[in-house]
């Protein structure tokens, strides 16, 4: 079965978010019609691939019964940076520090970061 490479590289060019449609992500993973098994699979073939998604809903088959081809998602790249860490942190709150990352990211406050997001910040003044 396919893997979610291109999408991960094309979300990348569009900055690290981009739009898509269950239509499209169901033909690279190589099925033919949409349910609830293969809404699930899209969904663990993207955290797979390093990529987060929202309405978190629209792959939930529990939520979305009924699911069309033409149905939307965000995807966005989930590496560590600003925009990453705040759409998991909002998400996902349950396996993220949500105070540290909203207070320390939005106020620009680093007094809040954990020592691994201090030292990603680090990372990226020296990668810059």
């Not at 033409?70 to 600003?82: A, H, K, M």
């Not at 860490?85 to 320390?104: C, E, F, M, Q, W």
């Amino acid at each position: 079965m396919a893997d979610l490479q291109e999408t991960a590289e094309a979300c990348e060019d569009e900055g690290g978010l981009m739009q898509d449609n269950l239509g499209r992500l169901r033909t690279v993973l190589g099925f033919d019609r949409l349910g609830k098994h293969v809404l699930s699979s899209i969904a663990r073939k993207l955290e797979a691939s390093g990529l987060g998604y929202f309405p978190l809903a629209v792959l939930d088959p529990r939520c979305n019964t009924e699911p069309r081809k033409e149905q939307q998602v965000w995807v966005y790249t989930r590496d560590g940076s600003e925009r990453a860490r705040i759409l998991d942190a909002v998400l996902r709150p349950h396996s993220h520090n949500v105070r540290s990352t909203l207070d320390g990211l939005v106020d620009g406050d680093y007094s809040s970061l954990t020592a691994e997001e201090k030292l990603h910040e680090v990372q990226k003044i020296i990668n810059a």
